[in-house]
């Protein structure tokens, strides 16, 4: 257990046929996010596994001899079925580790997660392969082609955890093209996908009781709702513009009924998609407000506007004490501009003119700036933003003191997105 404990990180294992001989060879590695770092870093892995002629998906128990030691450098894994057979590791996501495999046994799982019996293999279990399969193309370990051809199963996906995992890599990666040439194709091929489930359960439905049931209900229809609506899907950004008239209409921002859980969702695009007057009376409202629940999501949706001068204006009353908003509320502003597709820039010049102001208003809690930073870094794809960013930290360290780790973590994370913009801009491109 010392490899678990005293480790950290996790390990990927690589899981590679012989279609020949019926056997695998497994091997593993530290999983890392920063290629340019090095480590043999090796864990005690119980290796537990199933096949399609199996379908044994109950017992998650390792198969008990096949512990993968720490003084090893690979396992062989045999009586494995037939070369039109897929296997897949990890059942039920019982251990802690990503699963590779060879590029055939990745289109075995691929071909069937698109037929019928796709639901044969457990909600966790499809989880898990969209889940590993963004993750390793992020790191060059499959070829990205191979993790939008399995993303194209999400077609016929129905189930909560699948579409959760999958729109949180769908967005990482709309993220990292949103300033780019590539953002409307992009945005096609994902509305693709999403318009199925969309056409099914999503839009904005009424509020109903809050049985256990009815919220698990309501939590995919939210998630799907909002992906429509981010990706243009069907009527989304229609039916969000017409609830976030009637809500501006309402002395009370009554929704027509719409059940709460989809608030921030039609004032998000509602702001979006309107102009100056809407906005300021989206910023009355919230100065009225005392909701506090309700003021956050006002305040939020103030940032998701298009309008430059708007969002300047919003981001210069965080400065003062006396424009309205809460200290503890800032990081709604911070985080919602720099997610918008021209908050960037925006922020940067925000940072370099205003960071003495923005340390000073947030005192004692720092933390805040350290969110701001992230959600920055989190946005970077180019070396002359990463090479801005470290120096706008070098040059006023008498106030990032307060967040070293904080900045530290910023700096990777931004020194990992420029290497991935580098390495799969052009293959996404070719792509879509």
């Known amino acids: 257990m010392d490899t678990w404990t005293l480790q950290t990180g996790y390990p990927v294992i690589t899981v590679r046929r012989n279609y020949d001989d019926g056997t695998a060879v497994v091997t ?14 090796k864990w005690w892995i119980p290796l537990s596994y199933t096949t399609s002629k199996e379908m044994d998906f109950k017992n998650t128990k390792a198969r008990k001899w096949k512990w993968f030691a720490t003084n090893e450098d690979e396992v062989k894994i045999e009586n494995l079925p037939s070369k039109d057979d897929w296997v897949i590791f990890n059942i039920q996501t019982s251990g802690l580790y990503r699963v590779n495999y060879d590029e055939d046994n990745w289109n075995l799982l691929i071909n069937y997660l698109k037929g019928p019996d796709f639901e044969k293999i457990p909600v966790l279990n499809r989880v898990f392969l969209i889940d590993n399969a963004a993750s390793l193309a992020r790191v060059d370990e499959i070829p990205y082609n191979l993790y939008f051809k399995l993303q194209e199963y999400l077609k016929q996906e129905e189930k909560y955890l699948p579409w959760k995992a999958a729109l949180r890599n769908i967005d990482f990666i709309h993220q990292l093209l949103k300033r780019t040439p590539m953002h409307e194709n ?18 904005f439905h009424k509020s109903d009781s ?42 009370d921002h009554d929704l027509q009924g719409i059940a709460n859980d989809f608030r921030a969702t039609i004032y998000c695009y509602g702001i979006k998609h309107s102009g100056k007057e809407e906005w300021e009376t989206m910023w009355n409202a919230y100065l009225n407000s005392n909701v506090a629940t309700l003021k956050n999501t006002m305040l939020y949706s103030l940032g998701c506007s298009c309008d430059e001068a708007l969002l300047k204006q919003l981001l210069e009353s965080t400065l003062n004490n006396n424009k309205g908003i809460r200290t503890q509320d800032i990081n709604s502003v911070y985080q919602s501009v720099v997610n918008s597709k021209i908050g960037f820039n925006l922020i940067k010049d925000f940072l370099n003119e205003n960071i003495k102001a923005i340390f000073e208003r947030v005192k004692p809690t720092y933390n805040k700036v350290s969110s701001l930073i992230m959600g920055v870094a989190q946005n970077i794809i180019h070396e002359d933003e990463y090479k801005w960013l470290e120096g706008l930290i070098g040059k006023n360290e008498e106030y990032f003191k307060h967040i070293k780790i904080g900045t530290k973590q910023a700096l990777e994370i931004a020194k990992v997105h420029v290497q991935w913009y580098k390495d799969n801009y052009e293959i996404i491109k070719k792509e879509h």
Do not use: M, W
């Open 210 to 251: 809050n049985a256990q049931e009815v919220y698990d209900k309501r939590q995919h229809e939210v998630l799907i709702t909002s992906a429509g609506c981010k990706y243009n899907a069907s009527d989304c950004l229609e039916k969000s513009g017409f609830y976030f008239r009637k809500s501006q209409e309402s002395k």
């Open 28 to 41: 593993q590695k530290r999983y890392l996010k920063d290629k340019t770092y090095k480590e043999d870093t």
């Open 186 to 203: 992009y945005q096609a091929y994902v509305r693709k996908i999403i318009s199925p489930i969309y056409k099914k359960i999503g839009g």
